[in-house]
């Protein structure tokens, strides 16, 4: 258990930093349509672009918020797990859905990214890797419990690596363009 706490706290505490950092910026760009965020490193690596579109208010405000609310929660969880408590089976499986959904959602968000929109966030991108590692850590612990294949608890950093490379490769051809200029 104190495996998965860590792997959550970490998650949690990079995600809501990230999220919070999008939040503020999103309120300085609507407070002023003339900011540049500053994750707005070039045309591609652009918050600002992705901050003003539709997708960045998927029902009806920030993104963000969202991000803030549940990697909290995540932290709560973590924080609890390190205190000693044991949660039961109903919490968990509440975790994995939440979890779960949060990693549909960011993929959703990756394609809108990628194909949609154009252009990739930083922090959005940091909040994606933490999502997914989040995932896999709550299904780590099914698979300690038993519940799911030993496999998917023993090679829990290689899933993620590998969900991560394969993200980082779809984006890399997508915009092989763009990334040859750069030489």
Same mark, same amino acid.
């Given at each position: 258990?104190?495996?998965?706490?860590?792997?959550l706290?970490?998650?949690?505490?990079?995600?809501?930093?990230?999220?919070?950092?999008?939040?503020?910026?999103?309120?300085?760009?609507?407070?002023?349509?003339?900011?540049?965020?500053?994750?707005?490193?070039?045309?591609?690596?652009?918050?600002?672009?992705?901050?003003?579109?539709?997708?960045?208010?998927?029902?009806?405000?920030?993104?963000? /918020?969202?991000? =803030?609310?549940?990697? #909290? +929660?995540? $932290?709560? %969880?973590?924080?609890?797990?390190?205190?000693?408590?044991? @949660? !039961?089976?109903?919490?968990?499986?509440?975790?994995?859905?939440?979890?779960?959904?949060?990693?549909?959602?960011?993929?959703?968000?990756?394609f809108q990214?990628?194909?949609?929109?154009?252009?990739?966030?930083?922090?959005?991108? /940091?909040?994606? =890797?933490?999502?997914? #590692? +989040?995932? $896999?850590? %709550?299904?780590?612990?099914?698979?300690?419990?038993?519940? @799911? !294949?030993?496999?998917?608890?023993?090679?829990?950093?290689?899933?993620?690596?590998t969900?991560?490379?394969?993200?980082?490769?779809?984006?890399?051809?997508?915009?092989?363009?763009?990334?040859?200029?750069?030489?």
């Amino acid at each position: 258990m104190p495996a998965v706490a860590w792997v959550l706290l970490v998650c949690g505490s990079v995600g809501l930093s990230a999220a919070f950092v999008l939040l503020v910026e999103k309120f300085r760009l609507v407070a002023d349509p003339a900011y540049v965020p500053s994750c707005s490193i070039s045309p591609l690596l652009s918050c600002g672009s992705v901050m003003s579109t539709a997708q960045a208010e998927v029902f009806g405000f920030p993104n963000p /918020v969202m991000g =803030v609310a549940g990697f #909290a +929660a995540l $932290v709560t %969880v973590a924080v609890t797990l390190l205190a000693g408590v044991r @949660l !039961p089976s109903w919490y968990w499986i509440g975790l994995t859905a939440g979890t779960a959904l949060g990693t549909v959602f960011v993929h959703w968000l990756i394609f809108q990214s990628v194909h949609r929109i154009g252009a990739l966030c930083p922090y959005c991108m /940091v909040v994606w =890797v933490v999502t997914v #590692a +989040a995932f $896999v850590a %709550v299904l780590a612990r099914w698979s300690r419990a038993g519940a @799911l !294949p030993r496999w998917v608890g023993d090679y829990a950093v290689t899933i993620v690596t590998t969900w991560c490379l394969v993200v980082a490769t779809l984006i890399a051809v997508r915009f092989w363009d763009y990334w040859i200029t750069l030489a």
